[in-house]
T-cell receptor
Framework: QKEVEQNSGPLSVPEGAIASLNCTYSDRGSQSFFWYRQYSGKSPELIMFIYSNGDKEDGRFTAQLNKASQYVSLLIRDSQPSDSATYLCAVTTGFQKLVFGTGTRLLVSP | EPEVTQTPSHQVTQMGQEVILRCVPISNHLYFYWYRQILGQKVEFLVSFYNNEISEKSEIFDDQFSVERPDGSNFTLKIRSTKLEDSAMYFC?????????FGPGTRLTVL
């Protein structure tokens, strides 16, 4: 069974802090890694994708990938209350299905 | 900015009835997907569709489910005889190499 594991949270951080969200995956054949944000009652919204080991930055977001450890993370700098949502990690072995984790709920307090 | 659209936003049906959920993927995307999310649970893959045929399906996608691209824009999911456990949010997605983009979803309630 190919799994994606995330701590369900909630992860509570004060406004302006760095939020660090983590994800592990079991399938070593996974090729592409995605972070989605999902507000309550809404659909997943793509934030970041990463394919190669290392860091990838996009604005306040940084995705980190370590294939040897089968570990993906998302850092959110200068967290805002509007960042409060559930963050979903998803992986794929090709151009096909996404396998999602259960998500980590992030709460950013003003 | 182009986006995936889905109709209806909410569908209520009686157990055993057929439902059709509709999606319009982003126009230049070639891969289309259906996912579902039961309340409080993770997003689960149902089926992927490419070049007018199913490219992959999950164990959930049994004979009660079918997909179709009836014209150049619409992509549909049909559930032939709904069960109580089919109640969920159903998301359509379409993709480019940088990722899959999800529609707003259809909330299906089976009574």
């Amino acid at each position: 069974q190919k799994e994606v594991e995330q701590n369900s949270g909630p992860l509570s951080v004060p406004e302006g802090a760095i939020a660090s969200l983590n994800c592990t995956y079991s399938d070593r054949g996974s090729q592409s890694f995605f972070w989605y944000r999902q507000y309550s009652g809404k659909s997943p919204e793509l934030i970041m994708f990463i394919y190669s080991n290392g860091d990838k930055e996009d604005g306040r977001f940084t995705a980190q990938l370590n294939k040897a450890s089968q570990y993906v993370s998302l850092l959110i700098r200068d967290s805002q209350p509007s960042d409060s949502a559930t963050y979903l990690c998803a992986v794929t072995t090709g151009f096909q299905k996404l396998v999602f984790g259960t998500g980590t709920r992030l709460l950013v307090s003003p | 900015e182009p986006e995936v659209t889905q109709t209806p936003s909410h569908q209520v049906t009686q157990m055993g009835q057929e439902v059709i959920l509709r999606c319009v993927p982003i126009s230049n995307h070639l891969y289309f997907y259906w996912y579902r999310q039961i309340l409080g649970q993770k997003v689960e893959f149902l089926v992927s569709f490419y070049n007018n045929e199913i490219s992959e399906k999950s164990e959930i996608f049994d004979d009660q489910f079918s997909v179709e691209r009836p014209d150049g824009s619409n992509f549909t999911l049909k559930i032939r005889s709904t069960k109580l456990e089919d109640s969920a949010m159903y998301f359509c997605a379409s993709s480019e190499p940088r990722g899959q983009y999800f529609g707003p979803g259809t909330r299906l309630t089976v009574l």
